[in-house]
């Protein structure tokens, strides 16, 4: 029986130019406790060999914001400096880079805890 009192989950979108940066970001969210990630493809078209993986969508409780976001420092921290992270909710959205990382991550905050 689900919880009546569970808090909701906020949903973001992340996209990546490069489909490694976008699948370390899956890695390092799935199975993580509080934070549910899908990854979203393309349809396939008459001749395709398969999927691509066009952004990951992902729904976390108030409690998981913060370790989300620190996985998002890792990530951006860890990888090449041109890795950017889009991150979109709705008509938000924000770049996520090694340039703008301490100023991009309340934003990004702003964007999960928002209406």
Known sequence: MAEMDEPPRRTVEFAADDLDDLEALYAELHGTPGIV??????????????????????????????????????????RDPR???KVRRGKDRIEVKAANLEEALPVVRAMIDGP
């Open 37 to 78: 990630v899908e990854p979203v493809s393309s349809p396939l078209e008459p001749g395709d060999q398969g999927t691509v993986l066009d952004f990951l969508t992902v729904a976390c409780s108030g409690g998981a914001i913060t370790v989300l976001l620190q996985i998002i420092r890792t990530l951006v921290e860890s």
């Open 83 to 85: 890795f950017v992270l």
